[in-house]
């Protein structure tokens, strides 16, 4: 009996099989891994994009927004450039909440409205601000125009103020002269919540004023505003003295720093070669734990610099003012003498932290000081003055923060509505007469529909609507429609005024 011979080819071809299976199982599950692997990576990428890391250098933000611009290119989506943004009619209400107080207030102090350029010369800014300064290196928007003239979008206002005061000669007006403003500003700076690169600035100015009474009444401005718009402040304050106080103050710090330059960050190793007084002012962390121990300016002021000081604490407490002096601050600007303040909203706790080295952990709401050599570098003659300057773009952050109720404006009593063309023509002359009459009114001409018209009446709660058709047109009268009852009534045109403030009374 012959035995069957297993057929090998048979087997092996299922062992191939089986092979070739596993071999393409291993392949899908590589590839799965893969794809996983690329998507965690791809949203890492994005997590990186989306939250800009804080030690991120200025150069490596200008070189990322460079990388991100290139990236867009050929993408037509039209958007806003980093750090600038729309103000929207709904957040412009907190804007006129913050405006209206801000000029009634500075006028009842005596202030008077100046307005100056947006561009300047370039060389305005390096010669005041400070060519060594933040702000002139790092921050400035700056470029030639078609003649070659290095031009300059402001950075700051202070500095325009002093050009007209030359400029305009109003130094022949009687002194002090008192100026506020309000306007734009531009810097190059990291955008973060209530700063952006355009940025917008309520500021007061007294030229020609070297009592210590005028510093305080500044600072007794901001507080009461402030504290009007429901906002309670916090003041830290400093004097940097004169010019023979501050050369003092410079080699007692560079004596300090002299062992320790080499712990400071970049910046601040910079800082110590061309300007020392700029050290005080750096954000690192290890920076101000060296200077936690540094001397303070006070303790340099000459008799006369210090009894000024004394003078502007005297009355900051007379008019209770909440304030603490500051050895840090220094502010951001080379021109400052004497005085420099800071405000910040004040801590809810008096335990709380927030305002621990100079308000870190909160942002400044505004601040200000002495510029008694700045109008005499530009010119030659010795003017002293002051000013501050507030954030409004922080404040409005800080009102919606703490919701500050605002004030409703007045509400339209009428709704005028029309149908047909004959009666569009007649509306608006017919607007401005209940203008003119303080009688307040809506209307929408882009609508031809009297139920959509009414619709829009109702939701805006008025009390009566006016209707105006062919037939009203030819007759001179107009209909007046209680919105509340549904009766109506025709008037004539010419007793429509009287019949309105007799029902809305």
Same mark, same amino acid.
């Given at each position: ?149 290095? &031009?300059?979008?402001?950075?700051? &206002? ?21 100026? /506020? ?18 940025? !917008? ?19 007794? /401005? ?8 429901? &906002?309670?402040?916090?003041? !830290? ?11 003092? !103050? ?92 800071? /405000? ?26 002495? !510029? ?124 429509? &005024? ?8």
């Amino acid at each position: 009996m012959n035995k069957k011979k297993p057929k090998k080819k048979n087997v092996s071809k299922k062992i191939n099989r089986v092979k070739k299976t596993k071999k393409l199982q291993a392949k899908k599950i590589n590839k799965n891994k893969k794809e996983k692997e690329k998507e965690e990576k791809e949203e890492k990428e994005e997590e990186e994009i989306k939250e800009i890391k804080l030690e991120e250098t200025d150069e490596e933000m200008e070189k990322r927004e460079k990388e991100e611009t290139k990236a867009k290119k050929g993408k037509i989506r039209w958007q806003t450039l980093r750090g600038m943004r729309d103000i929207l009619p709904e957040e412009w209400r907190y804007w006129d909440y913050f405006l209206t107080r801000a000029e009634k207030l500075a006028e009842s102090y005596g202030f008077e409205r100046i307005e100056t350029p947006i561009l300047e010369e370039a060389a305005l800014y390096e010669r005041s601000t400070g060519a060594s300064s933040d702000i002139i290196r790092k921050q400035m928007y700056s470029f030639r125009d078609k003649s070659g003239t290095p &031009i300059a979008l402001r950075p700051e &206002i202070t500095p325009s103020i002093a050009r007209a005061y030359i400029e305009k000669g109003l130094f022949n007006r009687p002194q002090p002269v008192k100026f /506020f403003y309000f306007g734009p500003n531009f810097r190059y700076e990291r955008p973060q919540a209530g700063r952006y690169r355009q940025f !917008y600035q309520f500021g007061l100015e007294i030229l020609g004023s070297n009592e210590p009474i005028s510093d305080a009444e500044l600072i007794v /401005f901001a507080k009461v505003l402030l504290e009007t718009l429901g &906002i309670k402040p916090f003041f !830290y304050i400093n004097s940097l003295g004169c010019s023979e106080c501050r050369e003092i !103050y410079r080699k007692k710090i560079i004596k300090f720093l002299k062992g320790k330059r080499r712990q400071l960050c970049p910046d601040c190793q910079r800082r110590y070669r061309e300007n020392p007084l700029r050290v005080l002012d750096c954000k690192n962390s290890r920076c101000q734990n060296i200077l936690s121990v540094v001397p303070q300016f006070v303790n340099s002021l000459c008799p006369n610099c210090h009894e000024h000081f004394i003078e502007v604490l005297e009355y900051l407490d007379a008019a209770n003012v909440s304030r603490e002096i500051n050895s840090y601050l220094v502010r951001g600007l080379d021109y400052y003498t004497n005085t420099v303040f800071e /405000f910040f909203p004040a801590p809810k706790d008096k335990n709380d932290p927030a305002l621990e080295i100079m308000g870190q952990m909160v942002p400044a709401l505004g601040g200000g000081g002495r !510029y008694n050599n700045l109008i005499k570098s530009f010119s030659g003659r010795d003017v002293p003055a002051l000013g501050l300057s507030f954030g409004v773009d922080r404040i409005i952050e800080e009102l919606k923060a703490n919701h500050i109720p605002l004030p409703r404006g007045k509400k339209p009593v009428v709704f005028l509505a029309q149908i047909g063309k004959k009666a569009r023509r007649q509306c608006l002359p017919l607007f401005e007469t209940l203008r003119i009459n303080d009688i307040k009114c809506a209307m929408n001409l882009a609508k031809e529909s009297l139920k959509t018209q009414l619709e829009q009446a109702d939701n805006l709660g008025v009390r009566f609507a006016l209707i105006l058709g062919s037939q009203e047109v030819q007759d001179e009268t107009i209909i007046v429609r209680n919105m509340i009852s549904g009766v109506q009534e025709h008037i004539p045109q010419n007793k429509l &005024i009287s019949y309105l403030k007799t029902i809305l009374r």
